[in-house]
């Protein structure tokens, strides 16, 4: 297979690597008495609306979960996301974690230490790790990222993006993976020259 160093795969957290929403129902239903198997999954990425929260009762509930409960250090891998990372990076692909997680000031320390703990004790090669929320202006040659907003303002902006699958970004258009051996797989397709819809790597180093 062809060495591929100058391909940068732009690889979102939430909901792609981590399990937010689950380490988030497990904090909230905890903190608020409720049956976690009780509240539903996001069909719409806003606030938790589906279980009465405002976007406020969010904010709160969020920042108390990060601040409080270190959900950030805690929460569950996606099944398979350090094997599918791995096998890409030895192949040479450059991994660049790009999170939009530092959104409370006061807390930007333990969502930083807990992210990058988190990474190491989940063994997720990368190579940069970066907090922005505007995230066309971090460059890569693919991005995979679960929030329809990221989604299409990439593709906006004329990148290519693979929608991890989610209730809440089914309407959006494929590429999609339901897994990170789809992932990994499609990225490899990209990577062989065989998807050319897709942006193809560089030549070999
Ligand atoms: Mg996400």
């Known amino acids: 297979m062809a060495h591929t ?5 732009g690889v ?4 792609v690597c981590a399990d937010y929403e689950g380490a988030f129902r497990t904090a909230y239903a905890a903190r608020n008495d409720r049956d976690p198997a009780e509240l539903p999954p996001q069909t719409v990425l806003d606030a938790f609306s589906e279980w ?6 969010f904010a709160d509930e969020h920042r108390r979960a990060v601040l409080d409960d270190r959900i950030f ?3 569950e891998p996606i099944e398979g996301v350090s094997e599918a990372l791995w096998e890409l990076s030895d192949r040479g692909v450059w991994i660049r974690i790009i999170t939009h997680r530092l959104i409370f000031n006061g807390a930007h ?3 930083a230490a807990d992210t990058a703990a988190w990474l190491d004790e989940h063994d997720i090669p990368y190579r940069d790790l970066c907090f922005i929320g505007d995230k066309p ?5 693919l991005y995979v990222d679960d929030a329809p907003g990221n989604i299409v303002g990439l593709r906006a902006a004329g990148r290519a993006a693979v929608v991890f699958d989610q209730p809440y970004n089914r309407h959006l258009a494929g590429p ?3 897994s990170w051996s789809e992932v990994l797989a499609l990225v490899t397709d990209v990577l062989d020259g065989r998807d050319r819809q897709l942006p193809l790597p560089l030549t070999d180093a």
């Open 5 to 9: 160093d100058d391909f940068v795969l």
């Open 12 to 15: 979102d957290l939430d909901g």
């Open 52 to 57: 009465g929260l405002t976007r406020r009762g």
């Open 73 to 75: 250090r805690t929460m």
């Open 109 to 111: 320390e333990v969502a």
């Open 137 to 141: 202006h971090v460059g890569a040659e």
């Open 176 to 178: 999609r993976a339901h």
